[in-house]
C-alpha cells in the first residue's frame, strides 16, 4: 500500500520537475544567499517568479509582502512561497471529483488542441473503470476527424456516443441529455469544438450548449471544466477569462504537464480566476490522467 503511494508520488514530483526548478529551484538561487531583501533582492525574486509564469499580479503581491519586514530572511524564502502557494491552492475550492447518484454532466471546453478531445477519452475509462455508465455526446461537429478521434476513444473505453456529422453541437448535445435520461446513464461527457470562424462564434455556441444542458438538466450534477494546456502559460489566464465570461466555468483540467516548465499556471489560474484545478494531465494514454491533489502537487514542487 504504502508502496504504491510512493510511487505515485515520486511520479508526480518527475512530471512537475522541470515547473519545480523554473520557480522554486530559480528564486533559491537568486535569493537564498543574501542577508536581507533589499530592493535589488526583491526585484530578482518579482523577475524570476514572472518568468515561471506566475503572473504580474502575483508576483507583484508577493514580493510586496517581503517588502518592508524583518521576520522573514531569504533564508526561508522556501518556506514562505510554500505556504504562500498553499493558501492560494485552497482558496481557489475543492478539487474533487463530484459525482452524485443520477445524472452528472461534464460539459469540456477550451481552445483548439490543448487535449479536450483526450481528455474526455481519459476520463471515460476512469469513469467507466468505477462502473459508471458513461455517454458521450461529440459536441464538435465542426472538425469530422474529431468524432472520429471520439469514437475511437469511446471504444477504447467501453463508453456510448451520440454523434451526428454536421449537425448542431447543441442539438446533439440535447439528444444525449434525453438518451442518458431514459437509458439511465450516469455520465455525459460533452466535447466541443475549439475553433470556429471567429471566437465570437464559438462562444455563442458554447453559450447555446451552456443552456441547452441547463435547461433540460437542472437537476444534473454539472460541472462545466476549461481545459489548458500547461505549455501556453500566461496565455492560458486570458483563455481562462474569455471563457468564463461566456460559460461560467467551475473547474480548469491541465493537460501536457508532463514535461512542462510552465505548470505555475496551475497557481495562477487559482490566484486570478479562483478556479480549482482538479485532473491533471500527464501523458497522451488512457491511463495518464489524475486528479488533482494540491497538497501533493506542493510536496513534489518543494520535495
Ligand atoms: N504529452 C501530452 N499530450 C497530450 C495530453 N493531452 C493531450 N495530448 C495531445 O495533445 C494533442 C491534441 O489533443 P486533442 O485531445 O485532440 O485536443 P483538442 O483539440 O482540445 O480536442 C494530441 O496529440 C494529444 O495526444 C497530455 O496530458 N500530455
Ligand atoms: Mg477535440
Redesign the pocket.
Known amino acids: 500500500m504504502f508502496g504504491f503511494f510512493k510511487d505515485k508520488f515520486n511520479n508526480l514530483k518527475q512530471t512537475v520537475s522541470n515547473t519545480a526548478q523554473m520557480l522554486v529551484g530559480n528564486v533559491t538561487n537568486a535569493v537564498g544567499q543574501e542577508e536581507e531583501f533589499s530592493e535589488f533582492v526583491l526585484d530578482d525574486m518579482e523577475d524570476v517568479l514572472i518568468s515561471a509564469d506566475l503572473g504580474v499580479g502575483y508576483a507583484a503581491e508577493l514580493v510586496d509582502k517581503l517588502r518592508n519586514q524583518t521576520k522573514i530572511k531569504p533564508a526561508d524564502v522556501k518556506k514562505y512561497l510554500k505556504d504562500e502557494f498553499s493558501k492560494t491552492l485552497k482558496d481557489a475550492g475543492s478539487t474533487e471529483i463530484n459525482i452524485q447518484d443520477g445524472l452528472n454532466i461534464y460539459f469540456i471546453c477550451?481552445?483548439?488542441?490543448?487535449?479536450?478531445?483526450?481528455?474526455i477519452g481519459k476520463l471515460a475509462y476512469k469513469f467507466r473503470n468505477s462502473g459508471k455508465r458513461v455517454l458521450i455526446a461529440a459536441g464538435?461537429t465542426f472538425r469530422a476527424a474529431?468524432e472520429e478521434?471520439l469514437d475511437i476513444w469511446s471504444k477504447r473505453a467501453g463508453a456510448s456516443i451520440v454523434r451526428r456529422d454536421k449537425a448542431d453541437p447543441a442539438s446533439v448535445v440535447y439528444e444525449a441529455i434525453e438518451k442518458a435520461k431514459a437509458e439511465n446513464f450516469d455520465i455525459v461527457l460533452v466535447?466541443t469544438a475549439?475553433r470556429l470562424q471567429n471566437k465570437f462564434n464559438l462562444m455563442e455556441e458554447l453559450k447555446k450548449i451552456k443552456s441547452v444542458i441547463d435547461k433540460k438538466a437542472p437537476e444534473a450534477l454539472r460541472e462545466c471544466m476549461l481545459?489548458l494546456d500547461a505549455n501556453t502559460g500566461q496565455n492560458g489566464l486570458q483563455q481562462a477569462k474569455v471563457f468564463s465570461e461566456a460559460v461560467n466555468l467551475t473547474s480548469v483540467a491541465l493537460?501536457?504537464?508532463?514535461?512542462s516548465a510552465k505548470g505555475a499556471i496551475v497557481l495562477a489560474v487559482a490566484k486570478e480566476m479562483k478556479l480549482p484545478v482538479k485532473l491533471i494531465?500527464?501523458?497522451?494514454k488512457m491511463e495518464?490522467?489524475k486528479e488533482f491533489n494540491p497538497d501533493e502537487f506542493i510536496e513534489a514542487l518543494f520535495e
Open positions: 477550451g481552445v483548439n488542441g490543448v487535449g479536450k478531445t483526450t481528455l464538435d474529431a478521434q466535447d475549439g481545459v493537460t501536457k504537464l508532463d514535461g494531465g500527464v501523458g497522451e495518464d490522467l
